[in-house]
């Protein structure tokens, strides 16, 4: 039997291979190693910064050139920790009390990291994982250690995982990730979502339970990990990812399929992405005909400042252009500007201590007042417009004069791109997500002002009833089937579609397929999801008729509860 270890499954799939555990140990290697004179290691850790720093160069552009983007924005962030002139002079002093190369250079990078390592700020925090990597990087070339060859498939686990660790694996080879750590902004995982790798975290202390090589089964949905499976258990999940396999080829069958139901009603099925390359997956692999949200904060993460205006306008041009390469220039790439603050703090937007951050300064707040940071993104957005058809989306808004003032950037944005003689799209829609109770309860009037409406359900459960989406005490509270938050949706798409406006969804909700019937019924007319739930959703409309979909809907919005509803459409399917 094989021993059982439980994380929280945060990538659906099932995935087998052996571990490959991150974070290699180099005490051996230290050991070995035979320092020259003072002189010679000095000059041997000022040449391998040079040195590591040209492999980074060199990986980040083969990266750019296959537009991942992430792990491009990754790798440059660690180059700027190579080539950091208060890098070199630390090392330069730590020779005062060490004679070894490599060791001085884990020292100072050791040293660093502690001070990230006490932040209170779990971002910066988790940024201490990419310092040790750099200081690793640097000593493994010293140590002369190549990167060992990789025969089958590998699940790369680690109590933290160094984001080179994979993304300098090849796709092909990786086939799951575990981590010890609980955080699911790490840039392991925001790789691994990036590319759909079946992904576990949080097995906290679990983690020493596997070695090296040790033959694992994971499953990316519930979070189960079974460690030297016996023949039998192997036999089981065989059959499980047998199914998995034949339902991927039943995917892939509706991949160009409209998502329409049996009596001819089409809803637009498109993608929640954080990169052009996510774009481009959407679309090859899952089918989207666009981009229902660009979650713009992802070209700002992994940097260690700003993004310029000209870098924003290549990352939102190559997801625009991607998007109107499948629909024959119709598919609409809808950007979200940044949804900084909450969960999702950057190292260089001090956003300071907070009591409530997800009741605090962020999304457009920060926006309206960082004249700075707004007016580049949106004059990015206008550019990438001329490349096929872009959208303009305000998160986090509660009322009309947020809408209005930063309505009247985009002027401004428009304005200066005309002096500039830039050329822009003057048709680029603005719209803003629903997300708040108070904009669902005022949707019939900021439907007056806006090109579209966006339901974030992720953000607009959790204020609607007061359940924080993180806490797992209380998850059983968070439920999108809620009668209130069912008549706050029911009450935006309908002032959207009064008003000749069009409502979508970009929460997890849309990727439900039980909600997508009655949101189809409500008159959404888009819903936006992570590529890999596509499919499911496409399959549950086309199996359907509208007239039984709202036969369905009249019965849901009589009833009282939310479980009763949840499980009621779940017996439908
Ligand atoms: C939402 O709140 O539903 C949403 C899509 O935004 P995010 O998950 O990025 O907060
Ligand atoms: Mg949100």
């Known amino acids: 039997m094989a021993e059982i270890i439980k994380g929280k499954g945060v990538i659906e799939g099932i995935a087998?291979?052996?571990?490959?555990?991150?974070?290699?140990?180099?005490d051996s290697f230290i050991v070995a190693y035979k320092p020259g004179k003072l002189a010679v290691e000095k000059k041997k850790a000022a040449d391998a910064l040079v040195a590591v720093a040209a492999t980074l160069e060199k990986s980040i552009e083969d990266f750019k050139a296959q537009e991942l983007n992430e792990q491009a924005g990754i790798l440059e962030a660690h180059r700027l920790l190579v080539v950091d002139p208060g890098v070199s002079a630390k090392i330069e002093e730590e020779f005062e009390k060490v004679a070894s190369a490599p060791v001085a250079v884990l020292n100072v990078y050791e040293e660093n990291a502690k001070i990230f390592e006490a932040m209170d700020d779990e971002y910066f925090r988790g940024r201490a994982v990419d310092m040790r990597d750099v200081g690793k990087r640097i000593a493994k070339y010293l140590l002369g250690i190549k990167e060992p060859e990789i025969a089958g498939k590998v699940i790369v686990a680690g109590k933290e995982i160094e984001p080179s660790v994979i993304a300098g694996l090849p796709t092909d080879k990786i086939?799951?990730?575990?981590?010890?750590?609980?955080?699911?902004?790490?840039?392991?995982?925001?790789?691994?979502?990036?590319?759909?790798?079946?992904?576990?975290?949080?097995?906290?202390?679990g983690i020493?339970?596997?070695?090296?090589?040790?033959?694992?089964?994971?499953?990316?949905?519930?979070?189960?990990?079974?460690?030297?499976?016996?023949?039998?258990?192997?036999?089981?999940?065989?059959?499980?990812?047998?199914?998995?396999?034949?339902l991927k080829a039943h995917y892939a069958e509706l991949k160009d399929k409209p998502a329409i139901t049996l009596d001819g009603k089409e809803v637009e099925l498109v993608a929640n992405i954080g990169s052009p390359a996510d774009a481009d997956a959407a679309v090859k692999n899952f089918g989207a005909t666009g981009v229902g949200l660009f979650r713009s904060e992802f070209v700002f993460m992994g940097k260690t400042?700003?993004?310029?205006?000209?870098?924003?306008?290549?990352?939102?041009?190559?997801?625009?252009?991607?998007?109107a390469e499948v629909t024959h220039g119709e598919g609409l790439c809808v950007i979200r500007?940044?949804?900084?603050?909450g969960d999702k703090p950057l190292p260089y937007i001090q956003v300071g201590v907070e009591e409530n951050p997800f009741l605090g300064y962020r999304a457009i707040r920060i926006s309206l007042q960082r004249k700075d940071l707004f007016l580049p993104q949106l004059k990015a957005i206008l550019r990438a417009g001329v490349y096929g058809k872009a959208a303009i989306m305000f998160p986090m808004v509660i009322n009309v004069q947020e809408f209005l003032a930063a309505k009247e950037f985009v002027e401004m944005a428009k304005q200066e791109l005309a002096q500039e003689g830039q050329k822009y799209s003057d048709s680029v829609?603005?719209?803003?997500m629903v997300e708040t109770p108070a904009a669902a309860v005022m949707a019939p009037?900021?439907?007056?002002?806006?090109?579209?409406f966006s339901i974030g359900t992720n953000d607009l459960v959790q204020y609607t009833l007061a359940v924080d989406r993180g806490n797992a005490q209380i998850s059983y509270l968070y439920n999108h089937f809620n009668p209130a938050v069912l008549r706050l949706i029911k009450r935006t798409i309908e002032s959207a579609n009064k008003e000749g406006k069009w409502a979508g969804m970009c929460g997890e909700m849309a990727s439900d397929p039980n909600a997508a019937i009655i949101l189809m019924a409500m008159g959404i007319k888009e819903l936006s999801m992570s590529a890999p739930s596509i499919p499911r959703v496409k399959e549950r409309i086309r199996n359907t008729t509208f007239a039984k979909a709202k036969e369905i809907l009249d019965k849901v919005m009589e009833m009282e509860d939310g479980d009763k509803i949840r499980d009621y459409l779940a017996t439908l399917a």
Do not use: W
Request: net charge negative; aromatic share 4%; with cysteine.
């Open 16 to 26: 087998v291979g052996s571990i490959l555990l991150a974070g290699q140990n180099l």
């Open 175 to 205: 086939a799951g990730v575990i981590l010890g750590a609980g955080s699911t902004t790490a840039h392991a995982v925001i790789i691994a979502k990036t590319r759909a790798i079946p992904t576990v975290v949080g097995v906290g202390d």
């Open 429 to 432: 829609q603005v719209g803003i």
């Open 305 to 323: 400042d700003v993004p310029k205006e000209e870098d924003q306008f290549k990352e939102y041009k190559a997801a625009v252009e991607k998007c």
């Open 208 to 246: 020493d339970q596997i070695a090296d090589g040790d033959p694992v089964i994971l499953d990316g949905k519930t979070g189960e990990i079974l460690i030297r499976p016996s023949d039998e258990e192997r036999a089981a999940y065989d059959v499980k990812i047998k199914k998995q396999e034949e």
């Open 337 to 341: 500007t940044m949804d900084i603050g």
């Open 445 to 452: 009037v900021l439907a007056k002002y806006v090109d579209f």
